[in-house]
RNA sequence: CGGGGAGUAGCGCAGCUUGGUUAGCGCGCAUGCUUUGGGAGCAUGAGGCCGCGGGUUCGAAUCCCGCCUCCCCGACCA
């Protein structure tokens, strides 16, 4: 039994000066969490209580797909991730320090690493396989921005696991064990959440889903559609492209003198002036943007052109997403020097294509469709340059922007974009950390496999902030009775025996096992008790006050508001009833 | 790293422009009396490196120089 009057507990009346979102201020002033340090928090009793009651879900959902339970240390030497390559790959990210010797350490930001050598040091035969462990323990990120309390922390509570199979079929069982794990885990939580491919497909290989919890305060942004459960980062957004059209019929190309018209707009207005018989708008524009990439390791750079409709943007995430590994930069003038048929402002399809440079254009652009564009030279465009007669591009690209109202690519509805806070994270890792540690098991045929791997994530503190984010009013928390830090909170007010009587009807619903917090201060009004009740945020409140004496007490409804007056004797009974059903 | 804001009691803030005697208010905390169904009243208290260092001055929370830290937005990260 929790009692208010001699919790560690102190609630704060004002917002925290330097909280901004409804999950940091609720906390910090419910007292769950207190800051410590920048992206450093301390976990009170109350909070204390709700993060293990959050793990204590996921635990259970991790051992129900058969997942083992370790806990490795969070002070790991250099040398595995200089195996790894990660000392370095990951670079201000990683807390180092030295130990008296002068040797380098980290504190752990994710574990595959140990993970790996813990297995190969373990397991050499295929019968071994497959194996899931899992752990839930401290993370260290030295993020460069640590923001809004226990949202995103340099210092966390996470649930890593990692699964070990000796081929691809079993890989992909192990993953989807964990999206299904991870699918009951965050329903218990009561969390509202989508499943967003998190990378693009054209990265060939490795699958990677994320979990979002759909918040408006979230730092990720995806999209999803108006009349299905599509949902996906917008880097993994694939244009619907429309239907080709006919060549056949079209009018010729022909090259207009289009004298101060280096921009979209002041091309299309041109048009719009020359008396052509229709209007034009920017999305009857062909607009083809040069980028240069260079693959990694190689020492030159390659330039690229991109067409896209005159009206969309590159938006230099996808295009990052889609290239990567590659890098991609904008061209300078030391590149148009040095390539003079581009013709800035005025580049067409043809200068590239003639060139052998490679081009590629927005799925929008098929075969049969009619261009405004550069005719690469200065001060002129060409009209009906169909794509498919009069140029041929090397492939399409998904590099434009996303918009909302464009329309979703299930052919269901448009898409709008929404944000959300990364609860989860699973991901086909193939054989990287297999590789970098020679973790191998003999096959049937007496010849070494090399293993492969996934890894998924949950952030546990963060999952208790969202769940925050998603359940809250102007009163305070509104906790799901899973993870809440009570079951009911027995509140009593008053100068005379209600306290006691509080304190009784608490050791009874204990007896239950019923999970109780009772509000036993002597000398509190009402006012503050139920004021800290609402912003504690138990699911049902159970008020000894004023109706004592005429034998009744009332029972709350923290999510509805509801109330309802019952009399003494039934207050056991109908509490644990709500508790139950509840 | 770029832009903006801020460091004064446990929390939230005022004071700084225009230097001045004992640095103030609300909440919280302590003691006493009253009060007890929506953040009570009165009284008396405790609690301060005014971010740090230097300078100007008879005198600095206040003016000047340098530094540090934190928050927000962006970049970055996932």
């Known amino acids: 039994m929790l009692r208010m009057s001699t919790l560690f507990l102190r609630t704060l009346r004002e917002d925290p ?73 990951y670079g201000d990210t990683i807390f ?33 396989f497959p194996v899931i462990l899992y752990q839930i323990q401290e993370k260290f990120r030295d993020e460069a921005r640590p923001r809004a309390g226990v949202l995103r922390g340099r210092e966390f509570h996470m649930k890593d696991s990692y699964s070990f199979d000796i081929d691809d079929d079993g890989l992909q069982r192990s993953y989807d064990l964990h999206r299904s794990a991870y699918i009951r885990a965050f ?16 990265m060939g290989g490795s699958a990677s889903e994320e979990f979002l919890a759909e918040t408006p305060t979230g730092e990720d942004t995806f999209v999803r559609s108006t009349e299905s459960d599509y949902a996906a980062n917008v880097e993994a957004v694939r244009t619907p492209a429309p239907p080709a059209l006919p060549i056949e019929g079209q009018p010729q190309a022909q090259v207009h003198h289009t004298p101060d018209t280096p921009t979209i707009e002041t091309l299309v207005d041109f048009f719009n002036a020359a008396g052509l018989g229709r209007t034009f708008t920017a999305a009857d524009t062909l607009k083809n943007v040069l980028v240069k990439t260079r693959a990694p390791g190689a020492a030159d750079w390659e330039v690229m052109g ?11 995430k996808r295009l990052e997403a889609v290239l990567h590994p ?21 580049v067409g399809p043809n200068a590239l294509l003639h060139n052998k440079l490679r081009y590629y254009v927005d799925p929008r652009v098929v075969e ?59 991901f086909q890792l193939g054989r990287k950390f297999a590789n970098a540690f020679e973790l191998d098991a003999l096959g049937p045929d007496g010849k070494p496999r090399r293993v492969t791997m996934g890894s998924y994530g949950i ?19 509104v906790w799901p ?69 005429q034998g009744v007490v009332e029972l709350r409804d923290r999510a509805t508001g509801e109330r309802a007056e019952i009399p003494l004797e039934a207050a056991v009974e109908r509490v644990a009833a709500a508790v139950a059903g509840g």
């Open 306 to 316: 991109i067409g896209l409709p005159g009206d969309r943007e590159v938006d230099m």
């Open 368 to 426: 049969g469709t009619a261009w405004i564009t550069g005719a690469d030279k200065a001060d002129h465009h060409v009209m009906n340059l169909v794509c498919g007669r009069d140029f041929v591009p090397d492939g399409t690209i998904e590099a434009a922007e996303v918009r909302e109202g464009d329309p979703s690519p299930d052919g269901r509805g448009t898409l709008y974009t929404a944000r959300g806070i990364e609860i989860g994270h699973i």
């Open 17 to 89: 000066a330097d909280a901004e979102v409804p999950s940091h201020k609720l906390m910090v002033r419910g007292g769950y969490v207190r800051r410590a340090a920048p992206g450093v928090y301390t976990w009170m009793p109350l909070g204390k209580i709700v993060l293990d009651n959050v793990a204590g879900v996921i635990r259970e959902e991790m051992n129900r797909i058969g997942g083992q339970e370790v806990l490795l240390p969070a002070l790991l030497p250099r040398e595995y991730y200089d195996a790894s390559g990660r000392w370095t790959e």
């Open 326 to 346: 590659s890098e991609v930069a904008l061209l300078d003038e030391a590149d148009f020097a040095a390539n003079p048929f581009l013709v800035k402002g005025y």
């Open 459 to 477: 952030g546990v503190s963060r999952v208790v902030a969202a769940i925050v984010e998603q359940s809250h009013d102007d009163k305070g928390i």
């Open 96 to 128: 180092r320090l030295k130990d008296r010797k002068g040797a380098d350490y980290l504190l752990g930001p994710t574990h595959e690493e140990l993970f790996t050598l813990l297995v190969k040091g373990e397991y050499s035969s295929y019968k071994d």
């Open 187 to 202: 329903d218990r939580l009561g969390l509202r959440y989508v499943i967003v491919s998190a990378m693009s497909g054209a």
């Open 481 to 549: 009775r899973e993870i809440a830090p009570a079951d009911v909170h027995v509140v009593g007010t008053g100068k005379g025996e209600q306290n006691e009587v509080a304190l009784r009807i608490a050791g009874e619903l204990e007896a239950r096992g019923v999970r109780v917090l009772v509000d036993d201060r002597k000398g509190v009004s009402p006012g503050v008790k139920f004021t800290d009740a609402e912003l504690l945020g138990v699911p049902t409140a159970l008020i000894v006050g004023k109706g004592l004496d």
